[in-house]
């Protein structure tokens, strides 16, 4: 059986400016393209930006992306595509529809990647596309301009937020009727699809993973330590700087956890206010941004830590716990969409009673006073590997082909 042709699309992609974006769907399909069962190209879109220079901000990051690259043997591109700041939201589907349907076109009617074009076997058979909202709204509208189906992946917030706003809300329920599948991360953001409409049928929950290879407890835990400077029973925070994710409250839950320090890794617009919360709470002793690092490091510092805390407001299947509990060390998880399905047993940590400083305090302290051994935090991880998500999206995938031949054959 050939392998499945894949177009995957998302703006929530990695790139040489952004290394760390995105990067669990990276991580997802690299396991799928590993299978041997599938290969896939990715268009993973930019904002337009007319400069570079820090003044800028974070806007002028998009300036220094690449057109192409390559990453973990997968060829992606990442095309411009116009972009209104605050302003543009409804019209954010229409843009990126509207840029992408020439690099799309192109890209067809080269035919399969090879030297020697074949014009009698399609480039792409599905379009894979990451996010409902704008990318999911304009990959729908981009299969049914090239006849090719769609499988959407929803993620998160593009549930548990965008779907608040009206206009956003409708284009979504159009996107889900015209695609071929969706894929939810959790079951959690499988109910809120089926409450705004998608058939239950339709809807198919394959979670994320956890790369099991990565991320395991390191050779040796007391030299890790050393290394990053643990002395004190250590907490670890890793995510985007950004509001959602709740490090201020993990920052100001420091003032009642006396006797312990805190790492957080990631960078952010949240930067300087968090760094001022820090000097205001007086916890600076205690508490370090170490900013961002490589996935490849994420494992000595999940490693070293004694456990790990996760405050967002709102996630779909928060990829940092399984990461964490594949290191050997439990969490402790805010009582969100997605985290009770991930934090089941003690051995995998605890799920605070309420997202709060008090209640992230009071389960760090729940936490510590029942320990799980780190082995059996190391053994709840294991089974969560890619693997059952790689066979489930292949089932899917396949269905998929298989059902838009059959209505084209009875078409014909």
């Not at 004190?232 to 994710?245: A, F, H, N, Q």
């Not at 006073?369 to 089974?383: S, V």
Request: net charge positive; hydrophobic share 45%.
């Amino acid at each position: 059986m050939p392998p499945i042709r894949l177009l995957t699309f998302s703006t929530l992609f990695p790139n040489n400016a952004r290394p760390n974006h995105g990067v669990f769907v990276e991580n997802r399909l690299r396991h799928l393209v590993a299978s041997g069962e599938a290969t896939s190209e990715v268009v993973a879109p930019v904002p337009w930006f007319p400069s570079s220079h820090p003044w800028f901000g974070d806007w002028a990051v998009n300036a220094r992306v690449v057109r192409r690259e390559i990453r973990h043997g997968l060829t992606i591109r990442h095309p411009r595509f116009p972009v209104i700041p605050r302003f543009g939201m409804s019209l954010a589907p229409a843009l990126l529809y509207r840029a992408m349907v020439p690099v799309v076109g192109r890209l067809i009617a080269e035919g399969p990647g090879s030297d020697v074009p074949r014009f009698d076997v399609p480039r792409f058979e599905v379009i894979d596309a990451h996010y409902l909202y704008p990318d999911g709204v304009a990959a729908v509208r981009l299969g049914q301009r090239f006849g090719l189906p769609v499988v959407l992946t929803a993620r998160g917030t593009d549930v548990s937020l965008i779907l608040r706003f009206a206009r956003p809300r409708k284009l979504i329920q159009q996107a889900i009727e015209g695609a071929a599948a969706v894929i939810a991360v959790s079951a959690a953001l499988k109910e809120a699809l089926v409450e705004i409409g998608a058939p239950a049928s339709k809807v198919t929950v394959l979670r994320n993973g956890v790369d099991t290879a990565l991320f395991c407890p390191p050779a040796d835990r007391a030299a890790a330590r050393a290394t990053l400077g643990f002395t004190r029973p250590t907490l670890i925070s890793v995510g985007l700087l950004i509001e959602r994710k709740g490090h201020h409250r993990t920052i100001e839950a420091m003032t009642k956890l006396p006797d312990f320090d805190l790492v957080i890794v990631g960078e952010g617009p949240e930067k300087d206010r968090l760094n001022a919360l820090i000097a205001r709470l007086g916890v600076g002793e205690r508490v370090r941004l170490l900013g961002a690092h490589p996935h490849a490091e994420l494992p000595m510092l999940y490693g070293a830590a004694d456990a790990s805390v996760l405050s967002s407001s709102r996630e779909g299947w928060a990829n940092v716990l399984l990461e964490s509990m594949a290191c050997g060390t439990p969490v402790v998880a805010s009582p969100i969409w997605g985290n009770p399905e991930v934090v089941r047993t003690p051995a995998s940590g605890v799920i605070t009673r309420e997202n709060s400083a008090d209640g992230i305090a009071e389960g760090v302290r729940r936490l510590f006073a029942a320990m799980p051994m780190r082995e059996a935090t190391r053994a709840y991880a294991e089974p969560f590997s890619w693997d059952e998500t790689t066979a489930g999206q292949l089932a899917l995938f396949r269905r998929v082909i298989a059902q838009g031949a059959t209505a084209k054959g009875a078409t014909d």
